[in-house]
């Protein structure tokens, strides 16, 4: 009885509907196989966004480390976790898709993180990268705990990031940077409007018949991503390697001042083969 018990408890987690979160939006509109569908078709933004930024901020990467490029593919498996939550709704769904940012977070940590706002303990980003990833897993077995405040422990190390971006950004004169800046902080905040209408208001919102606000944070937080990578980048290359004079730039077309941005290696380079 003990074994079947068991059994049943681990199928009941992948199960439709297993998780404790619901989204507003209405439930098998579309299909009867997806739950929330704009939320599920929403998340594929990440895999249309992430190969783009991938290929723009591959000669930084190289100059710089090749490391970096693992921030981006994890965004590749949020957008996946994402869209496989927001079809169950399962309780393995949830904790991917929060699991799955939490790294990328300790990813991003890990690799641009300022070393001169390291502990005094920290040698070198290399310790500093371990202390990183022993508390990410600690972390990870923790979420388990209490699932439903994952997402809120989430969303205060975008806090910390603000930050951490406002300390550096005070020595940065570059009108560009600063542009950049103020475009990654808008965007975020509206995507974090977004989330907390949609968690907070969706009553409104349902007397309203416009329950998509967690699909457009989808879209304007991998923006948002994208804008604020680069920038931390931009500010990363500038004290790692100044001797390629980075620069800002727009893709597809510069003159814009929109469209995906990503770094320009204007000096001469001294690669380093690193992984």
């Not at 090749?66 to 309780?91: D, K």
């Not at 699991?99 to 070198?124: M, Q």
């Not at 910390?160 to 300390?167: F, M, P």
């Not at 990654?184 to 409007?193: E, K």
Request: proline letters at 3%.
């Amino acid at each position: 009885m003990g074994g079947v018990y068991s059994s049943e408890r681990i199928t009941g987690v992948f199960s439709y509907e297993s998780s404790d979160i619901d989204w507003c939006e209405d439930n098998y509109i579309h299909s009867e196989h997806v739950v929330e569908y704009f939320n599920t078709v929403s998340s594929f933004t990440f895999f249309i966004i992430a190969p783009v930024m991938l290929y723009l901020l591959h000669p930084y990467a190289k100059e710089r480390s090749l490391s970096i490029h693992m921030v981006w593919v994890m965004m590749i498996f949020v957008g996946l976790f994402s869209a496989y939550f927001h079809m169950t709704l399962s309780f393995v769904g949830q904790m991917l898709d929060e699991l799955s940012i939490l790294w990328v977070l300790a990813v991003g940590y890990s690799v641009w993180f300022p070393r001169k706002l390291y502990p005094s303990f920290i040698k070198d980003r290399t310790m500093f990268s371990r202390l990183v990833m022993g508390i990410t897993v600690v972390t990870s077995v923790s979420s388990f705990v209490k699932p439903t405040a994952n997402a809120y422990a989430l969303n205060c190390f975008g806090l910390h990031l603000l930050y951490v971006l406002a300390l550096e950004m005070k020595s940065c004169s570059d009108q560009k940077a600063v542009r950049l800046a103020k475009l990654s902080v808008g965007l975020w905040t509206l995507a974090i409007t977004c989330w907390i209408s949609d968690r907070f208001g969706c009553s409104l919102w349902q007397r309203l018949n416009f329950c998509y606000l967690h699909g457009i944070w989808h879209i304007l937080i991998v923006m948002a991503v994208a804008y604020g990578s680069t920038l931390i980048a931009y500010l990363d290359a500038n004290n790692e390697i100044p001797y390629s004079l980075p620069g800002l730039q727009y893709w597809p077309c510069d003159k814009w001042a929109l469209g995906f941005p990503h770094l320009v290696l204007k000096g001469t380079t001294k690669t380093r083969k690193q992984c």
